[in-house]
């Protein structure tokens, strides 16, 4: 199967996954300007499971999340490559919903994993997962990184301000 799927084929590659008795973790995200924080929440994830897959938000999906007028920076088919280079990710799906848990529903990870700005008890999709009998989990490093706060010492940097 390639590296970058369609939702559509997301329960096929769930049984292929359990025809050779592998694990499966979910990891989501916009990943809009990459950065160090992304890597290691996925390099965790990654060490959850045998397989990663990562669903990225589509452009519009990601405009509905209310992340500001100019969000995201970086196109869906950009961003989706960039996650598709990546060794630790080992599928990569678009997904255009609000929320993740349509994706949820056509994989069935065994593992669904979120970022550190959550606990196992604030993630939002763990009754979807629990409810066959998967897991949630939480990888990366503390919070210190985000899209939000680049783009603002970028903004500094364009102005001139000092404090960047």
Do not use: W
Request: include cysteine.
């Amino acid at each position: 199967m390639p590296k970058r799927v369609l939702e559509s084929e997301l329960p096929a590659l769930r049984a292929q996954a359990t025809a050779r008795g592998q694990t499966v973790a979910l990891a989501n995200g916009v990943f809009d300007l990459f950065h160090v924080g992304h890597l290691r929440y996925l390099r965790g994830a990654k060490a959850l499971a045998d397989l990663l897959v990562v669903a990225v938000n589509t452009d519009a999906s990601t405009r509905a999340l209310g992340k500001g007028p100019n969000r995201p920076v970086v196109p869906e088919a950009e961003r989706a490559e960039i996650l598709e280079a990546l060794e630790c990710v080992d599928h990569v799906v678009l997904f255009s919903s609000r929320d993740v848990v349509p994706v949820i529903r056509a994989l069935r990870p065994d593992v669904q994993v979120k970022g550190t700005d959550y606990t196992p008890d604030t993630i939002p999709e763990a009754a979807e997962v629990r409810a066959y009998g998967g897991r949630v989990a939480v990888a990366g490093d503390p919070k210190d990184h985000s899209t939000t706060e680049l783009l603002a010492r970028l903004d500094a940097a364009r102005a001139g301000d000092p404090k960047r």
